[in-house]
């Protein structure tokens, strides 16, 4: 396939649009300018990786020589959550979105890699959430600084199974869909989804 560019590359030209548009609809710069804007970001992002993380669930990925389970991005946010004073009952009990169906491994491969890049990008904010807000990555911001060494291999066996999709085949597509799927998923509800949080954390 001398010539063909690896899917993983594919996928990052085809959700480039979306990933920048993203970005820009966020703001993560207003996101962590107080604590309190900051616990409302989390409180959305954590409704949304939760979501996703559940539809991921229904997949076996051991055969691919990974276990997403063991390094779900949602356990870091409430953890981050409740070190700064949020209402954990409240925050489970309010109505999550939808994640996009994923009803192959192919789909849940392009959700996956747009969980886990974001989650990687978010890693360049980690020093700058530091500074303006003293949270720390044991304390308060461990989903910005994130899993470490540990999650590094899921990371590079999730693109390994990517690329070793045939990057012009039906099964490509599929990846292709639903990496685009999950960032619309993200861009209808980060910016402005409401989550019930009860939080002690001042301006």
Same mark, same amino acid.
């Given at each position: 396939? @001398?010539? =063909? ?6 996928? *990052?030209?085809? %959700? ?14 207003? +996101?962590?300018?107080? *604590? %309190? ?22 997949? #076996? ?9 063991a390094c779900r991005r949602s356990q870091l946010?409430?953890? #981050?959550?409740? #070190?700064?004073?949020? #209402? ?42 530091? %500074? ?5 990555? %044991? ?16 990371? *590079?066996?999730?693109?390994? $199974? ?12 599929? =990846?292709? +869909? $639903?990496? +685009?799927? @999950?960032?619309?998923?993200? *861009? ?9 949080? @009860? ?5």
């Amino acid at each position: 396939m @001398t010539g =063909v560019m690896a899917l993983h590359k594919r996928l *990052r030209e085809e %959700t480039r649009t979306l990933h920048e548009d993203l970005e820009h609809a966020v703001a993560i710069d207003e +996101q962590i300018s107080s *604590r %309190t804007r900051y616990c409302a970001y989390l409180a959305r992002l954590w409704a949304l990786y939760s979501a996703a993380e559940s539809a991921l669930g229904s997949h #076996d990925f051991s055969a691919l020589g990974f276990n997403y389970g063991a390094c779900r991005r949602s356990q870091l946010i409430e953890s #981050d959550l409740s #070190d700064i004073g949020v #209402d954990l009952v409240n925050l489970r009990n309010a109505i999550r979105p939808k994640a996009p169906a994923l009803p192959t491994i192919e789909h849940a491969l392009g959700c996956i890699y747009v969980l886990e890049g974001s989650a990687l990008g978010a890693r360049a904010m980690a020093p700058e959430v530091e %500074t303006k807000l003293g949270l720390t990555g %044991t304390y308060g911001a461990k989903f910005f600084w994130g899993y470490g060494e540990e999650g590094k291999p899921i990371w *590079r066996a999730v693109l390994a $199974s990517i690329n070793a999709i045939d990057p012009v085949s039906s099964e490509a597509e599929r =990846v292709i +869909q $639903s990496a +685009q799927a @999950t960032f619309l998923f993200f *861009r209808r509800w980060l910016p402005e989804c409401s989550a019930a949080v @009860t939080t002690s954390a001042v301006a």
